[in-house]
């Protein structure tokens, strides 16, 4: 009797076991399907504000007619309201070319300019060899697979790495991954990339570049 009725008690906890089991698993589909609706509405309401945010400040950038009341644009976030809604957005508009732009050590016509900066750059963050990271840009940018120095030609050792322009921050940090696995320096990730990179920038306008950036090009200056 008492083994019938130990039997019974294990089939019950194991029943109770699996109803637990299958809730929870239950309540994982509901949660992902729940997530799964809220992206699906959230991203068309994110792509109308986009689409009417770009052509308020269409209409702002058509009114500006001097250089004065750029920078006064500059200088003051504009902020968006829907009454109806009662929600509201804050644009910082900010200059694209504020930055150093890996792709310009391409440029034949500043290619020298730049590179001197980058020298400068990596110098004051004590990077062991800036030659290898500068190199590494630079295979990086043209499309052979002729390295300047060893281990400066990603795209022989990883098939899927693209030689060509440096478009993103993801792209850049497979550069600084590898330049730190190839000189053992870690120093290459002290530096604010962030901060101090520009993939769009064509020139600099050291009107609203930072001081530190300023630094790179006039060293005796700031």
């Known amino acids: 009797m008492k083994r ?19 809730v929870s698993f239950s309540m994982t589909i509901v949660q992902r399907t729940v997530a799964s609706v809220q992206q699906s509405v959230s991203l068309p309401q994110t792509m109308v504000v986009i689409r009417d945010t770009k052509a308020i400040l269409t209409k702002t950038f058509d009114k500006i007619n001097t250089p004065e009341e750029f920078d006064f644009l500059l200088g003051y976030p504009v902020e968006l309201k829907d009454e109806a809604s009662g ?15 890996p792709n310009l050590l391409a440029d034949a016509n500043n290619s020298q300019l730049f590179r001197e ?35 400066s030609e990603i795209a022989l050792d ?21 330049y730190a696995a190839a000189a053992n320096d870690p120093r290459i990730y002290h530096l604010p990339w962030r901060e101090i990179l520009s993939f769009e920038a064509q020139k600099i306008d050291i009107n609203y570049a930072s001081p530190r950036l300023l630094h790179l090009f006039f060293s005796n200056t700031f």
């Not at 130990?6 to 637990?20: E, H, M, N, P, R």
């Not at 929600?87 to 732009?101: A, E, H, M």
């Not at 098939?159 to 600084?176: D, W």
């Open 4 to 22: 019938k009725s130990g039997f019974v008690l294990l089939a019950t906890l194991a029943l109770i076991l699996f109803i637990g089991l299958l």
């Open 158 to 178: 990883d098939p899927l790495f693209t030689n060509g322009s440096i478009g993103s921050m993801t792209q850049f940090r497979e550069i600084v991954h590898r």
């Open 117 to 151: 900066a980058w020298v400068r750059l990596l110098s004051d963050y004590k990077v062991v060899d800036s030659e290898l990271f500068l190199a590494l840009i630079e295979d990086t940018l043209d499309h052979d697979l002729n390295p300047r120095r060893e281990m």
């Open 87 to 101: 929600t509201s957005l804050t644009v910082d508009i900010k200059p694209l070319w504020t930055g150093l732009n």
